[in-house]
């Protein structure tokens, strides 16, 4: 049973405009929050995170919403560039940024110019 | 430069082959762990270790070993491989177990015969 669900597994954007990648929560002790970029070919990278008490943190064209009461977050990004394409996984953990990190299927972002 | 190592990159098997797959961290890490990527599944955790000598299994670890004998190295075994363990694997590291930020190898794609 997955714990953490993104369930669209594409999404294709015009560059300029928003990305907004969804994550689903199934497991109530999740209390820390991750996404992560996956570039073909390589490793996943870090890109922002939230712990519970929070339901909001930016990072430049980064934000992470947390929307507890719903177990969802969503990564939007803004303004989309090219450079954005690849796989994004949500990630999820209980006992804040001390657990194992449970992760989504991914979803793959294109940026069209 | 700090990063994350595995070796090798690519790698075609035999059922029962024994493999090892390396990984090495540059960064002083506490913390080491292994994925597997698998389409519709995501990230897997299969054993993770928080020091020298501390290893703990993950979401996925039956037909895998690990052993955690230097800090630097995080080496994963497989005793005898077997097709559904066709896969592609990922290091990753991070400072202490608390640690924000992951840092993951550049993956190693596994084919069992």
């Known amino acids: 049973d997955q714990q953490v669900k993104q369930n669209s597994p594409s999404l294709s954007v015009q560059e300029g405009r928003i990305s907004i990648l969804n994550c689903d929560y199934t497991?109530?002790?999740?209390?820390?929050f991750l996404w992560y970029k996956k570039y073909p070919a390589e490793g996943p990278t870090f890109l922002i995170s939230?712990?519970?008490?929070?339901d909001k943190n930016e990072d430049g064209r980064f934000t992470v919403f947390l929307n507890k009461s719903a177990k969802h977050l969503s990564l939007h990004i803004v303004p989309s560039q090219p450079g954005d394409s690849a796989v994004y996984f949500c990630?999820?953990?209980?006992?804040?940024?001390?657990?194992?990190?449970?992760f989504g299927k991914g979803t793959k972002l294109s940026v069209k110019p | 430069e700090a990063q994350v190592t595995q070796n090798p990159r690519y790698l075609i098997t035999v059922t029962g082959k024994k493999l090892t797959v390396t990984c090495s961290q540059n960064?002083?890490?506490?913390?080491m762990s292994w994925y597997r990527q698998d389409p519709g599944l995501g990230l897997r955790q299969i054993y993770y270790s928080m020091n020298v000598e501390v290893t703990d299994k993950g979401d996925v670890p039956e037909g895998y070993k690990v052993s955690r004998k230097e800090k630097r190295n995080f080496p994963l075994i497989l005793e005898s491989p077997s097709p559904n363990q066709t896969s592609l694997y990922f290091c990753a590291s991070r400072r202490y177990r608390a640690s924000n930020e992951q840092f993951f190898g550049p993956g190693t794609r596994l084919t069992v015969l």
């Open positions: 497991n109530s002790m999740f209390d820390y």
């Open positions: 960064m002083n890490h506490e913390y």
């Open positions: 939230i712990s519970s008490i929070k």
């Open positions: 990630a999820a953990s209980e006992g804040g940024s001390q657990g194992n990190l449970i």
